[in-house]
């Protein structure tokens, strides 16, 4: 995880977003009178989303526990 000011984030942003992309990196940008800001890569940002989606369900969660709990029995 990368943290950086608003003023020095503006100063060098494309090695900042370069990070962030190349070096699958989590930006926060912390500014004084707002709230901060997290800046994912788009792949990070999918992977959440698609996590969010299938944990959305108690159905999904079920079948993931399951196929947590064979893996870890040595089932397939």
């Not at 500014?31 to 989303?49: E, F, G, H, I, T």
């Amino acid at each position: 995880m990368i943290t950086t000011t608003l003023s020095a984030f503006r100063k060098a942003l494309k090695a900042y977003l370069d990070q962030v992309t190349e070096g699958s990196e989590t930006l926060i940008i912390h500014r004084k009178k707002q709230s901060d800001v997290v800046v994912l890569s788009m792949d990070a940002y999918n992977a959440l989303m698609n996590t969010t989606h299938e944990m959305s369900s108690r159905i999904n969660q079920q079948r993931l526990e399951a196929s947590i709990a064979s893996l870890r029995s040595g089932q397939e």
